[in-house]
Nanobody, 121 residues
Framework: QVHLVESGGGLVQAGGSLRLSCAAS????????MGWYRQAPGKQRELVAT???????NYADSVKGRFAISRDNAKNTVYLQMNSLKPEDTAVYYC???????????????WGQGTQVTVSS
């Protein structure tokens, strides 16, 4: 079994910064894509940023220049550095990983439990 554990959410004033972490544990052979998504109240879950195993990244237009995604393959961890936060960034943030288990050759998708980020004006 695989578990994704997120940390780093909280309450911050507009203009502030937060760093989210998501660590995967379990019988993992390899992790391909990693990403962060968010869901605000009454809205659909949306992509924030992704990072492939070659390090290439992709960002939503709304966070470009403010957020940075990175990964530590040795720790099976993905990070999201969020700077210049705005009230509209308020949401539950979820990490997502596409990984291959040690016992199979198939890729599976796992989600974290979500962490709340609240930005006050």
């Amino acid at each position: 079994q695989v578990h994704l554990v997120e940390s780093g959410g909280g309450l911050v004033q507009a203009g502030g910064s937060l760093r989210l972490s998501c660590a995967a544990s379990g019988s993992i052979f390899s992790i391909n894509a990693m990403g962060w998504y968010r869901q605000a109240p009454g809205k659909q879950r949306e992509l924030v940023a992704t990072i492939a195993n070659d390090g290439s990244t992709n960002y939503a237009d709304s966070v470009k220049g403010r957020f940075a995604i990175s990964r530590d393959n040795a720790k099976n961890t993905v990070y999201l550095q969020m700077n210049s936060l705005k009230p509209e960034d308020t949401a539950v943030y979820y990490c997502k990983m596409r990984l291959v288990l040690s016992s199979t050759v198939y890729e599976y998708v796992y989600w974290g439990q979500g962490t709340q980020v609240t930005v006050s004006s």
